[in-house]
């Protein structure tokens, strides 16, 4: 029989803390906004940078193809993200946003940075800079295993 228990198991334990954090941030994005989190995660990442191919977008944000496909229809069907043909592969489409779409990233980015001064405010400044070291580390310790 095997030791492990599962409340004390890291990964489980970091999985679960992480769905109750999207959960919690989720309801208050699709009530304010009318938007998922693949749908903001898309939005926040092209804002960022430049116009990028799906694939892109689901390295950038760790979700799958299917995720990533739906969330961009989504976004396309809003008038929030608008696919124009990458002229370095054709099989593919660049997600660039509207002025829409663009606009609707300046009301969000705010209400982001809100609700993680809200939930990780229950940690002192320190504390969230060594949790956001750790978090480095093991984002790069678990890389190894792909």
């Known amino acids: 029989m095997s030791d492990l228990k599962l409340d004390a198991f890291l990964p489980y334990r970091l999985s679960i803390v992480s769905n109750r954090v999207s959960a919690a941030i989720a309801t208050a994005y699709d009530r304010m906004f009318g938007l998922k989190i693949p749908e903001w995660r898309l939005i926040a990442v092209i804002a960022e940078g430049r116009a990028l191919t799906q694939q892109a977008l689901g390295m950038a944000t760790r979700m799958d193809k299917v995720t990533v496909s739906r969330a961009a229809q989504a976004l396309v069907d809003r008038g929030l993200v608008v ?57 790069q310790a678990a890389g190894k295993f792909e």
């Open 83 to 139: 696919r124009a043909p990458n002229a370095g592969d054709r099989r593919s489409h660049l997600l660039a946003l509207t002025e829409t779409g663009r606009a609707l990233y300046e009301q969000v980015a705010p209400k982001a940075l809100e609700f993680e001064k809200v939930i990780f405010g229950v940690l002192a400044a320190e504390e969230r800079a060594a949790l956001s070291a750790m978090l480095d580390r093991i984002e």
